[in-house]
T-cell receptor, first 113, second 119 residues
Framework: GDSVTQMEGPVTLSEEAFLTINCTYT??????LFWYVQYPGEGLQLLLK?????DKGSNKGFEATYRKETTSFHLEKGSVQVSDSAVYFC????????????FGSGTRLSIRP | GAVVSQHPSWVICKSGTSVKIECRSL??????MFWYRQFPKQSLMLMAT?????????EQGVEKDKFLINHASLTLSTLTVTSAHPEDSSFYIC???????????????FGPGTRLTVL
């Protein structure tokens, strides 16, 4: 079945460092790919998405490119801030899963001032 | 943007009792809603798909008699944890999609979650 694999955390970085969180997927058909973020004490929020190959999703300085050839959707940010500390989930949705969201295991990110 | 609410936000109950959690789409209609379970520091596990006017579809390994789902209207789905036990303690999250049309991708909106603690 469909699945998502993302790098395990926790990840700790200093402020203004470059961030990469790796994500790869397995799916039948052509899934849509997402990054969700869960800030401490809050609900899940959509950070960005890409719906077809070579699309780049971006939001709040974060970017991820849908790479069909490598089945990847790595999350990047050039300069992280303390406020980016949160748990990040890579996820997919495909027509074969009837719009269900399949989540990766989550990566906890902590940014030091 | 679209809003999904959950009630209650947290609940503590005694072992053996049943607990009902509501999920509402506040400004849109949802014929389908999804229920997830999240253990501490872990990912969201899809439990079931709630379908308005028909039976819910449960994921493999989820006990349908334990987790009763009722999609009473186009804006309300309820999850009832029956005869709760301490191992049912978890964070339960619902989501509802807004269809983007034939060529689009549904956008999922998540509720804030309900923390259940079973003593």
């Amino acid at each position: 079945g469909d699945s998502v694999t993302q790098m395990e955390g926790p990840v700790t970085l200093s402020e203004e460092a470059f961030l990469t969180i790796n994500c790869t997927y397995t799916a039948t058909g052509y899934p849509s790919l997402f990054w969700y973020v869960q800030y401490p004490g809050e609900g899940l929020q959509l950070l960005l998405k890409a719906t077809k190959a070579d699309d780049k999703g971006s939001n709040k300085g974060f970017e991820a490119t849908y790479r069909k050839e490598t089945t990847s959707f790595h999350l990047e940010k050039g300069s992280v801030q303390v406020s980016d500390s949160a748990v990040y989930f890579c996820a997919l949705s495909s027509y074969s899963s009837a719009s269900k969201i399949i989540f990766g295991s989550g990566t906890r990110l902590s940014i030091r001032p | 943007g679209a809003v999904v609410s959950q009630h209650p936000s947290w609940v503590i109950c005694k072992s053996g009792t049943s607990v009902k959690i509501e999920c509402r789409s506040l400004d849109f209609q949802a014929t389908t809603m999804f229920w997830y379970r999240q253990f501490p520091k872990q990912s969201l596990m899809l439990m079931a798909t709630s379908n308005e006017g028909s039976k819910a579809t449960y994921e493999q390994g989820v006990e349908k008699d334990k987790f009763l789902i009722n999609h009473a209207s186009l804006t309300l789905s309820t999850l009832t944890v029956t005869s709760a036990h301490p191992e049912d303690s978890s964070f339960y999250i619902c989501s509802a999609p807004i269809a983007a049309g034939v060529r689009g991708t549904d956008t999922q909106y998540f509720g804030p979650g309900t923390r259940l603690t079973v003593l």
